[in-house]
């Protein structure tokens, strides 16, 4: 058995160098991509001229020393704050809709003691909901979803939700899996119904777990926020595109300080919170 | 026996906060004494070997092994071809194969060089072999650590000491999660490598009866003070009664 | 002590409600929220999704596309690896003689990892294509920085919590710390490092996919250009290679991280 196993993980590694390998060929080989060329006379001077851009060297309107566009970026951050926190939201909603039949226990019936025939199929078309969410990466989800939805914050959060709630789901369902069934199997020999069940034995040894996950994927919505506004869904991300496309860098540069400054932010009280939870 | 100093201790004190761990021990050691260290748990075992492995540093007094005081082995070559070291079970890396874990024995006279190589091929390797032959242990030479049982990891500690050649073995309660035919097994292995190699052995040990059959010097540690150092054959009943006492006996 | 637990959890619940409550606020729901056609799309959309164009040549350009997305990611992430490790070992301050320089070098790096993953891939990617023009490798650098940044920041973690008997007893029998890395820390914590790898590498494959944004090729690039000819149905042919494509490196890493835990 050991021995197999042994050669499992070797054929992996392997095949992950060999992965590698056809990779850098296919960057370097088929496409012709020069490392030397990256470094040429031409691109030095695009680096320059855009770099000098980005920090308003020998511009005269510089939009980070100018206080309305400051407040305009204000308003832009908040308004990003208020997506992130709309996209989780919704995530949170719609993982506690699908998460407890999403448990394998559940569903084969052994944390809760009861066995219906129809519970695997719902386990399976939840799952199957999971994966689907989880591939799409949010901002694809924000090119479709901006085809039905009007420009703003909305469609963004929604995007982002659509992307999270998989990944939610999935971390969330393994957390009731993982919890301990001998509390709630006295509580259903106490006589407890099904849902009494859930809401005594189950959810509170697994809520503290689930906003940890919480927190830590509206860290992680809060950095992508900045991707899915870049195809209009709203907040700083669609206005850098635009500044992008009017090659107004030093607009650029103040609404990056504003993105990091959130991130950062977001990153201290998820993990305050975190520790306030423990 | 030579009458070469191995160790001296003057006169060290440690403090805790405010707990007196060890206060003003003296002994000497001479070349090629087996010496156990015994007494209660919380008599300062621990402290004083931690003390001899530099792991810790004393408050005040002075540590001398061979001579030097220990604040001079600043290189760790110098040190390690001086004291080795061995405790509980947990001193091997657990993912590494067992030849690498007695080869790691040898780092200190290798270059980085020579023991990166080493684990992809093993440097010295008859060497490693012969020193798990000594032990009982050639045939698990490619094996996970972590696989082995707790005396087998013990043996293990013992091949790389082997590797090591230190003229000082600390030994820090190196049976202690044993059971009781391994433990002899584990002890009569060390003290007997010890006595082929001519080095100085210092062990805690919480059995008495092990320190006895196994040691040929007793010091016995009670409250931080040493209660009494005596030949083992010399120490009495009597004495270890008064040993383990609890104070409300008293 | 107990009941203040129970409230902290409660105010912090009733905390994070608020919040939501308020973001809502940032929509202007009277206007509707909808473009005038925007269910039909929506249902268009969604019919397509079980009529994926199944035609040969979607077929070929969507493997192609695969294999350029998946090429991106494994160069992207094979140079994060070395970044994380060079950097992680750094940050983990384990190479450091004196206590003060160790937290010095600790927070140094720590902090240089957490500037390399605070800034999104695609940010990155926009920036290198602005200074270096159209170039696979804005694509590969743009991954290989943030996610060199993640898996430093964990690999040094892991690193921090090796137990500490093991490396004193090799520092006991002489090692150097460079030494110490080689025969202790790395080998307690190269598992772990492989399992986070492989599962961060399903990610750089789904951020891979998007790099297409900033005019680089792959699985994106194709969503975008049916996505501009309403071509729905190809659209989700696309979305099925990629969700392909994930399932199977995810499938991978389970399978791999299930037999090194044994």
């Known amino acids: ?278 | ?250 | 002590m107990l009941s203040f637990d129970l409230h902290k959890r409660k105010l912090l619940t009733a905390f994070l409600l608020l919040l939501f409550a308020w973001s809502l606020f940032g929509v202007n729901w009277q206007e509707g929220v909808l473009h005038s056609s925007g269910l039909g799309t929506a249902m268009e959309i969604f019919a397509a999704m079980f009529q994926p164009d199944l035609s040969a040549d979607i077929i070929r350009l969507a493997v192609h596309s695969s294999w350029i997305t998946l090429a991106y990611a494994t160069a992207g992430i094979s140079l994060a690896l070395i970044l994380a490790l060079v950097f992680g070992i750094l940050a983990s301050g384990v190479l450091a003689g004196g206590k003060g320089s160790r937290k010095m070098m600790k927070g140094f790096f720590r902090g240089v990892l957490g500037f390399m993953r605070a800034i999104h891939e695609l940010v990155w990617a926009w920036l290198f294509v602005a200074s270096f023009g159209l170039t696979p490798y804005a694509a590969v650098f743009a991954l290989a920085i943030p996610y060199g940044g993640i898996l430093g920041r964990i690999f040094a973690d892991m690193i921090n919590d090796v137990p500490e008997e093991p490396i004193q007893a090799l520092r006991a029998a002489g090692a150097s710390r460079l030494q110490c890395l080689f025969y202790g820390y790395l080998p307690s914590v190269k598992a772990s490092m492989i399992s986070y790898t492989m599962y961060r590498y399903e990610c750089a494959v789904r951020s891979s996919a998007i790099m297409s944004f900033v005019g680089l090729g792959g699985l994106g690039y194709q969503i975008q250009l049916s996505l501009d000819d309403l071509h729905y149905d190809e659209v989700w042919t696309f979305m099925y290679f990629l969700i392909l494509l994930i399932i199977l490196i995810d499938g991978w890493s389970n399978m791999l991280r299930k037999r090194m835990a044994l």
């Not at chain 2, 293990?156 to 050649?165: N, Y």
Request: net charge positive.
């Open chain 2, 1 to 250: 026996m030579s009458e070469q100093n191995m160790i001296e201790v003057n006169s060290i004190e440690k403090r805790y906060e405010r707990k007196i761990a060890l206060s003003s021990l003296s002994f000497v050691v001479k070349k090629g004494e087996l010496v156990a260290l015994i007494g209660p748990s919380g008599a300062g075992k621990t402290t004083l070997l931690n003390l001899l492995a530099s792991l810790l540093e004393p408050d005040s007094g002075e540590l001398k092994v061979d001579g030097k005081p220990l604040s001079q082995y600043a290189d760790r070559r110098q040190r390690a071809r001086k004291i080795g070291l061995i405790r509980q079970q947990f001193d091997l890396v657990g993912q590494l194969a067992v030849i690498h874990n007695v080869l790691a024995g040898r780092l200190a006279e290798w270059s980085l060089l020579k023991s990166f190589a080493s684990l992809f091929i093993p440097q010295e390797k008859d060497k490693a072999v012969d020193a798990l032959k000594r032990v009982g242990l050639e045939d698990k030479l490619y094996e996970r650590t972590s696989n082995l049982s707790g005396g087998e990891q013990q043996r293990v500690a013992l091949a790389r000491l082997l590797m090591q050649k230190p003229e000082v073995i600390l030994a820090d309660e190196p049976v202690a999660s044993l059971d009781p035919a391994r433990s002899e097994d584990i002890l009569a292995m060390l003290t007997g490598l010890a006595k082929q190699e001519n080095q100085t052995v210092v062990a805690s040990l919480h059995s008495v009866e092990y320190a006895r059959k196994y040691f040929t010097r007793l010091i016995a540690l009670k409250n931080g003070d040493i209660f009494f150092d005596l030949p083992s054959h010399q120490v009495t009943e009597q004495q270890l009664q008064e040993l383990y006492q609890l104070k409300e006996l008293n």
């Open chain 1, 1 to 278: 058995m050991r021995k197999r196993t042994f050669n499992f993980t070797t054929l992996s590694v392997l095949a992950f160098f060999l992965l590698i390998g056809a990779s850098w060929y296919q960057v370097i080989g088929v496409e012709k991509a020069s490392l030397a060329s990256l470094f040429s006379n031409d691109n030095l001077q695009y680096a320059k001229k855009f770099f000098s851009g980005l920090f308003g060297i020998g511009q005269t309107e510089v939009a980070f020393f100018n206080k309305d566009s400051w407040s305009d970026a204000f308003r832009l951050t908040i308004e990003t704050l208020q997506m992130s926190i709309m996209a989780i939201g919704f995530s949170t909603i719609v993982m506690f809709l699908t998460v407890i039949p999403a448990a394998r226990n559940v569903a084969d019936g052994s944390l809760t003691l009861t066995r219906k025939w129809y519970r695997w199929i719902v386990f399976g078309l939840i799952r199957i909901s999971y994966i689907f969410s989880r591939a799409i990466p949010e901002l694809l989800w924000a090119m479709i979803v901006i085809f039905i939805f009007k420009p703003g914050i909305l469609p963004g959060a929604i995007a982002l939700a659509l992307h999270n709630f998989g990944i939610l789901g999935k971390l969330c369902a393994e957390v009731i899996e993982d919890s301990d069934p001998r509390p709630v199997r006295n509580l259903a020999s106490a006589g407890a119904s099904r849902p009494q069940l859930l809401l005594y034995g189950v959810l509170p040894t697994v809520l503290p777990k689930f906003l940890t996950y919480i927190l830590y994927r509206w860290e992680v919505i809060m950095r992508t926020t900045i991707v899915v506004g870049f195809v209009g869904a709203g907040g700083l991300g669609q206005q850098f595109k635009l500044s992008m496309s009017f090659f107004h860098y030093t607009e650029i540069t103040l609404l990056l300080i504003c993105y990091l400054i959130l991130v950062i932010i977001a990153d201290y009280i998820s993990e305050k919170s975190r520790f306030f939870v423990k």
